[in-house]
């Protein structure tokens, strides 16, 4: 292979699949309020296990209603994160454009730019903000598998339970048959939280972690969902805990509004 053409594939092959070329904003774009970093931690805050590499210009798509965007939001402001907003019309179809489904494949929000290199799946964007500021993660390799599996736990238990049910019940109109169903699934969830943190003030140990910062805005819409929290009196301290951690905002005020 001649010497050009051996440096335009070196150069193809460094090139990240996920790079996203430009970011043209979807609205005008608004700055959101970005606390300063920590000088000492709060409490929790802990070195991620492997610290990544980009914290660079970070550009944040999201939707003030959606639970997935407020989560990435309550990180971003928990760990002091700096970053430009883009609101996302969900009603005006922005997440179907050929612009946003370059950043995110799944036409959905949130998705997150860190230095051109784009995130989707609201999990994924926190855990990538975790290893990249060192904050809310796990102090061993032990603790990051039991946060991933909340994770996991969360994006069905939470996202079905709490999320699918106040979807059903405050935009779709939902048969009761239905929502009876989905606050089962709903009361599961909250009774698993409850059992843990009956044992322990947050989800994976004594400081708060990602799998918190995942789980905790859900309860902020239980009354949406039409599901009581009284008999979930650890459910109810915990979410009191998380109130009070330095960057927390109230999930319903969380995001700004166009
Ligand atoms: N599993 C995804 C769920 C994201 C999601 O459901 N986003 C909704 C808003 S809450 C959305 O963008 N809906 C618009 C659509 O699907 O067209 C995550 O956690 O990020």
Redesign the pocket.
Known sequence: MAAKAKKAARAKAAKPANKVKKTKPLSKPAKAAARPAAGSPAPGMRPAAKPAKALGKITFYG?Y?????I?VGLMLSLAGVEHDYRH?D?RA?E??SPHFLAINR?????ALVDDGTAF????V?LEHLSEAAGKFGGKNEAQQRLIHEWLLWE?DLM?TGL?ATRAQAVFYNADVAVLTYLRGRGNRALDTLNATLGKQPFLTGTQPTIADIACAPWIAYADEAGIPLDPHANVQSWFQRMSALPGWKSPKDALPRP
């Open positions: 939707h209603l959606s639970i997935p965007s989560k996302v969900l179809g997440q179907k799944f036409g959905q929000v949130p989707c799946q609201s999990n964007i994006a996202a999320g």
